[in-house]
Nanobody, 123 residues
Framework: QVQLVESGGGLVQAGGSLRLSCAAS????????MGWFRQAPGKEREFVAV???????HYADSVKGRFTISRDNAKNTVYLQMNSLKPEDTAVYYC?????????????????WGQGTQVTVSS
């Protein structure tokens, strides 16, 4: 069982930056691929970024070049650095974990989810 807790969300102006963190419980964090997803009001949850257990990464086209995913296995934490934020990045951001597909991008592939953290980008 893995428990995930996100933090770092908030209100920021367009063009600004935020860093989200996701702290995981358990002793096997390093064996999990960790993903970030987001859900805007009235929209479906969508993939943002994933980092594998071997530190490979993959991003949604909408955030490529602006967002960076990273992990610190010693701290059981995954991060999402978000730069050049746009109003359309406004959403609840969720982290998720799974061990089957190193670069999974679909919701159904993930077994564990955090409660989410709100990111609001003002224009």
């Amino acid at each position: 069982q893995v428990q995930l807790v996100e933090s770092g969300g908030g209100l920021v102006q367009a063009g600004g930056s935020l860093r989200l963190s996701c702290a995981a419980s358990g002793r096997t964090f390093s064996s999990y691929a960790m993903g970030w997803f987001r859900q805007a009001p009235g929209k479906e949850r969508e993939f943002v970024a994933v980092i594998s257990w071997s530190i490979s990464t993959h991003y949604a086209d909408s955030v490529k070049g602006r967002f960076t995913i990273s992990r610190d296995n010693a701290k059981n934490t995954v991060y999402l650095q978000m730069n050049s934020l746009k109003p359309e990045d406004t959403a609840v951001y969720y982290c998720a974990a799974q061990r089957l597909n190193p670069l999974a991008t679909t919701i159904r592939e993930y077994d564990y989810w955090g409660q989410g953290t709100q990111v609001t980008v003002s224009s």
